[in-house]
């Protein structure tokens, strides 16, 4: 076995290697591979060998996963001998999920015939940084043979900056496509491959999921439906979840309806939000911010919340929705002009009861139309617009947006919100509500679809007014 030192080469005589990345720590890497031309650039997104497209098209190289029952270890495996003619080089990389590589101990890469699996070298990484994706090393063709070299190259700007080196053209979130300018000849399509970092980002929570929630796994798979059906699959928002902490909730909590209610949102948020957490804010006679709920600490997560903020007397929501403005924009001031930011907000506000400061609240939502925050109102209890189980077991769904009276034995508790859902003066549309009897009444399906309502329209009037860039 040859230990190598960055830069070094040595020549490769296997027929099949296997090029194995380990690390001292929990920190999750994954190992990627690239077949290159002898132009250093791939030939389309099929020459990108990574956890989710894990062949070449081929199948000479192959992303192989762990080797053995070791932890702290990827690796992808070549066949040189049945790489296509066109290809001169395998660079062999790595990205990680969470933190930079020189947060990682032990880095190093390990190359073995994958016959025998005799060592054939080792390289081993000690100058890395605030790198998040990496090159190791590369198998490269030089006069008929094969040999590897040591590279040991960096990116702070990650997958994305590594990826475009070597010819992919890297796309966070799909955009739609504009007509070309009249008078102008269309363009010739671009035969340059995509990859999405957004979807890089999604399979590494998943895996995260898998890990540490795995309870969860089936909800972010829902929620991805839902979303893909709105032309939402690779879309970036902030997600927050505000709940009501009056005293009338006590029993939503001690049944653990809230606990698995949050889980859901949290489900929503891993295939929204980049960073796998949501933040949790909440109101009764008070607005208080509360620790995100994350993986980590989703299993018992309103326990832990009513311990450190017990249920208090009263409700009011313009509490937390003065610290929700102030959080993410700088500001809970009255707003008559637009607010441009770059990502949206998405909030679930969960309530079962009516405020005692619906003036305060109406200016709120109203301030706050003219930022890239959504309201998604839900209630717990009867209204006009509740969905509830009719007859025969099928679901009866109030009318969403007017028509028809009150449906007997309904609450006129949530009038207000009602109104909010409807309020006239804003700067768009920025709210949804709804109503259910029981939260657990509605399938995973049902309540992702309801989540989604109105929000994708809201996006689209968002971009138009100049909340939100241009996609």
């Known amino acids: 076995m040859t230990t190598m030192s960055k830069g070094a080469n040595l020549p490769v005589t296997a027929a099949r290697v296997r090029a194995t990345l380990g690390w001292s720590s929990t920190v999750e890497v994954d190992a990627s591979a690239l077949l290159l031309t002898e132009s250093g650039k791939v030939r389309s997104d099929a020459d990108f060998v990574f956890y989710n497209q894990p062949r070449s098209a081929e199948g000479s190289v192959r992303h192989t996963g762990a080797s053995g029952a070791a932890t702290g270890q990827d690796s992808v495996e070549v066949d040189l001998a049945d790489l296509p003619g066109a290809i001169e080089k395998v660079a062999v990389a790595a990205s990680v999920g969470n933190g930079t590589f020189g947060q990682i101990p032990g880095l190093h890469l390990r190359l073995t015939d994958a016959a025998d699996g005799a060592e054939i070298a080792r390289f081993d990484i000690s100058d890395a940084s605030t790198e998040t994706a990496f090159v190791f090393g590369e198998l490269y063709r030089r006069n008929g043979q094969w040999k590897f070299r040591a590279v040991g190259q ?34 010739a399509p671009s035969t340059a491959p995509a990859v999405s970092l957004k979807k890089q980002k999604q399979i590494s ?37 505000c709940l009501d902490i009056s005293g009338s909730m006590a029993g939503l909590y001690r049944s653990g309806k809230i606990q698995q209610l949050a889980e859901r949102i949290l489900a929503l948020g891993l295939r929204f939000d980049d960073d796998g957490e949501v933040d949790i804010f909440l109101f009764g006679r008070e607005g208080h911010q509360a620790d995100t709920m994350n993986l980590g600490n989703v299993r018992q997560y309103t326990a832990e919340v009513l311990r450190r903020h017990p249920l208090e007397s009263s409700t009011y929501y313009g509490s937390a929705m003065r610290l929700i403005r102030r959080y993410y924009f700088g500001s809970d001031e009255r707003r008559k002009s637009p607010h441009q930011d770059r990502v949206p907000v998405y909030v679930m506000f969960v309530t079962d009861g009516a405020t005692f400061d619906e003036d305060v609240t109406r200016e709120q939502v109203r301030s706050s139309s003219y930022e890239p925050l959504f309201w998604q109102f839900m209630a717990i209890g009867k209204s006009s617009r509740s969905l509830g189980l009719g007859g025969g077991g099928g679901r009866r769904r109030g009318f969403f947006g007017g028509g028809g009276g009150a449906a007997p034995g309904t609450s006129r508790e949530f009038r207000f919100l009602e109104e909010l859902d409807d309020m006239s003066g804003r700067f768009i549309d920025n709210a949804d509500f709804f109503s259910v009897d029981d939260p657990m009444q509605l399938s995973d399906d049902e309540l992702f679809d309801l989540l989604m309502t109105e929000y994708p329209g809201w996006l689209t009037q968002a971009r138009e007014r100049g909340l939100l860039p241009q996609r």
């Open 205 to 241: 929570l998943e895996k995260r999921a898998a890990a540490e929630a795995p309870h969860l796994v089936d909800l972010v798979k829902k929620a991805a439906v839902s979303l893909e059906k709105k032309g939402l699959g690779e879309h970036t928002a902030r997600v927050a979840l």
């Open 154 to 187: 960096g990116y702070a700007s990650g997958l994305g900056g590594l990826a475009t080196d070597f010819g992919i053209d890297v796309a966070e979130e799909p955009a739609a496509a504009a007509p070309p300018p009249a008078a102008q000849p269309s363009p």
